[in-house]
Structures are given as structure tokens and as C-alpha cells.
């Protein structure tokens, strides 16, 4: 069978980012055509050796404009920040969009960036699918396929639970690890409004069972390192926080119905002790009958089940980049979407 490349562009190379290019490199399914950087160091250098695999023979730029004016089939935008304005450029220049920076659905706040989203297809031809590990898939499509092996639903529990002491990222200084409760309660950091981020996949869940989110709440604590804790870029001090649970809960005919928890941790040694064990995810429905569904790692050589969240994200973005292409121009969800059939996954 001939393979008939699909023309992509990597927007960004964090970690996301990255995980995502070698990806294009490696199945056959994708063409690397273009790879914007921000950092001036990474402007000019190969693609390939950007993220450690050979020369590909096509260089990063920052050059926007250039990459507007690419002939691509579709842009994984995967930046720090979110820039609709840009995505719609990219959208009205005739390509395709798909980013873990969302918006996965259209709810409050984010309906407006989704109207803009949609005329921009619309003029462009093309479509938009925001996606993700979670928001985009653990509390969003997988939940709400699981429903089906329910006869009645009283309430579902989803869990991410991420231990980041053995790999670190830059979330641990976004998210305020490190500070004491004080700082941490001052200081606005990568969390503040996630909630309504995270509400969104609510709402895909809710709106999927045929129904409505009444309220969402927000509830939130720490645990505090028990000595100092040494990682991979830095220390966190004792008594300085160690462990953040953030819990949001959406009700539903004015009783909580879907509940999200995310754990993140580095490491054990701390106060309270949450013992929640290793990295994983993890879906409960509460009904007739009750079930789970646990996500996890394969252990690495040390036996340590490392947390894929990023892999992950990365993956979910590029395995929908055929789907999207294929779809009806506009702003694609899952249930646009359907079952996503991805290429190129088993090969050689
Ligand atoms: N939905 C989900 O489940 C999910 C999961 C993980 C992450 N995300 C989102 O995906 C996005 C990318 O995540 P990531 O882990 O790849 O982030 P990251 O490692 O911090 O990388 C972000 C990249 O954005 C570029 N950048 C642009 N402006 C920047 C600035 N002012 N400061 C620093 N970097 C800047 C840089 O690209 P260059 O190095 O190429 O210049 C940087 O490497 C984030 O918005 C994150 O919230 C979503």
C-alpha cells in the first residue's frame, strides 16, 4: 500500500512537543514540514536532532510568517500558553489544528474561543480538536465510554495521580512545589482557574449522559515535605509543600455526580501521608454496578511506574491528526470525532 504522508507542523518542542515530533519522524503515516521554536538557542538546529534521533534535514525556525505561509495538512500546537489568535491565523491559512492547550469543549469560559475557533475553520476550510491526557481524555472520552457497562450511574471518581520525584518537569515550579503554604496561597500560579479547564471535560461527560452540571466546586490541600527532598533540579525544603490535591466536583440535579481528583506529589515523605501509592490514573463509577478502571505504566528497570502524562498527551494529539484532517470543517470534539481509527501504530 502507497502512504500518502499527512504534511504536519510542530508548534513548540517542550516536553509535549517533542514527544509529539518524534512521533511524526518516526511513522510513516506523517511528514515533518515544519517546526517552530520560541528558545533562540533551538532556531536553526535539525528537527531530528532537536529531539535526539538523526538529521532530518529540516530546520527549526521561529519565523511565523514562514510557517503560515507552509503548504501543511495540520499544526500540533503545543506552546506554554494559549494564543487563539494564532491558532485561528492558522485555521483561516487552510490547515488543521489540533492542541493539548484545548479548549476540549465548548463550555463557560471558553465558548467564545470556540465561536472564534469555528468561523476561522469555516473561512479556512479546516477544523480544530483540543485533546490531552486531562483534560481531553481521562475525564472526557474514556469515562463516558466506560458508562456503558452501567445499568445506573450515582457517581464517578476520576483520579490522576502523578508522582513527579523521579521526573521532574517544569510543573513543579509552576504549580508552587517548594513554596511554603503561605507563598503558595499568595501567589497565583499554573492552577489557578484550572478549574475551568477541567470543567470542560465535566461538561463533554455530563452533556454525553444527557444531562446538566449545576455547579462546579473546588476544594484544595497540601502536604508538607517531612525533610528536605532532593529531585532532579532542585530541593524541596521541609516544611515547604511536597504534595498539592486538588479535588473538583460537578453537581448534578444539586448532588455531586462526577468528581475529579488530581494528586501530584513528589514523592512519599510528607504530611499528612496521602499513601496513595505509584503514578496512575484511575476511573470509579459508583452505581449498580460499581466498577474501576486503573491506567498505569509498565514499570522501567528500577521498578518505578513512571507517570506518562506528557507521552501520553502527545500521543492522543498526533494518533487524532488523521481523523481531524478527514473531518467536517469546524470545532471537532469526540463525539465529532467518533471512534478515531490512528495509522501507522503497528509497524515495524
Ligand atoms: N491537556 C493535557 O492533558 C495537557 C497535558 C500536558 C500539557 N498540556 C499543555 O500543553 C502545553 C505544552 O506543555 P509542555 O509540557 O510541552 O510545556 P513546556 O515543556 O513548558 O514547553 C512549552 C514550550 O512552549 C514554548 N514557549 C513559548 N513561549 C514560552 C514562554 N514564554 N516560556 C517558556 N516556553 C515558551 C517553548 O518552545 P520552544 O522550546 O520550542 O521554544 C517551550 O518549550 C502547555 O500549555 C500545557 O499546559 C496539556
Redesign the pocket.
Known amino acids: 500500500m502507497t502512504i500518502q504522508p499527512l504534511r504536519v507542523v510542530q508548534w ?6 517533542q514527544a509529539a515530533l518524534r512521533h511524526f519522524i518516526g511513522n510513516p503515516h506523517f511528514q515533518p514540514v515544519g517546526v517552530l ?3 533562540p538557542d ?1 532556531v536553526g538546529r535539525d528537527a531530528g536532532e532537536l529531539v535526539g534521533l538523526p538529521a532530518i534535514g529540516l530546520a527549526a525556525t521561529d519565523d511565523v510568517e514562514a510557517i503560515l505561509a507552509l503548504d501543511a495538512d495540520c499544526v500540533h500546537f ?4 494559549p494564543d487563539v489568535d494564532t491558532v485561528c491565523r492558522l485555521l483561516r491559512s487552510g490547515k488543521n489544528v489540533v492542541s ?3 479548549p476540549v469543549y465548548a463550555s463557560e469560559p471558553f465558548r467564545a474561543d470556540v465561536e472564534k475557533i469555528e468561523a476561522a475553520c469555516r473561512e479556512g476550510g479546516v477544523s480544530f480538536h483540543g ?6 481524555f481521562i475525564g472526557d472520552i474514556l469515562p463516558l465510554t466506560l458508562t456503558r457497562l452501567s445499568d445506573r450511574i450515582d457517581r464517578i471518581q476520576v483520579f490522576e495521580i502523578a508522582d513527579k520525584l523521579k521526573t521532574p ?2 510543573y513543579i515550579e509552576y504549580m508552587g512545589f517548594g513554596l511554603s503554604p503561605d507563598e503558595l496561597a499568595a501567589r497565583p500560579n499554573c492552577m489557578t482557574g484550572a478549574m475551568h479547564a477541567f470543567a470542560q471535560s465535566m461538561a463533554f461527560v455530563v452533556e454525553g449522559l444527557g444531562k446538566r452540571i449545576g455547579d462546579v466546586t473546588e476544594r484544595h490541600e497540601i502536604a508538607l515535605a517531612t525533610h528536605d527532598i532532593a529531585y532532579e533540579g532542585g530541593v524541596i525544603c521541609a516544611g515547604t509543600v511536597a504534595g498539592q490535591h486538588w479535588e473538583w466536583t460537578a453537581l448534578v440535579d444539586g448532588a455531586p455526580f462526577l468528581v475529579y481528583h488530581l494528586y501530584y506529589r513528589m514523592g512519599e515523605d510528607m504530611t499528612p501521608a496521602w499513601n496513595l501509592g505509584e503514578s496512575r490514573h484511575r476511573i470509579l463509577v459508583e452505581g449498580a454496578p460499581s466498577f474501576e478502571l486503573t491506567l498505569a505504566a509498565s514499570p522501567e528497570a528500577d521498578g518505578h511506574l513512571p507517570f506518562l ?2 507521552t501520553w ?1 502527545a500521543l492522543l494529539g498526533a494518533t487524532a491528526i488523521p481523523a481531524v484532517c478527514a473531518a467536517a470543517p469546524g470545532f471537532v470534539t469526540h463525539m465529532d470525532l467518533g471512534i478515531v481509527k490512528p495509522l501507522g501504530l503497528a509497524r515495524a
Open positions: 513548540a518542542t517542550g516536553t509535549v512537543g521554536v520560541t528558545n533551538k503545543a506552546p506554554l500558553l493539548p492547550l484545548g485533546t490531552g491526557i486531562h483534560p481531553g518537569s517544569v502524562g506528557i498527551t
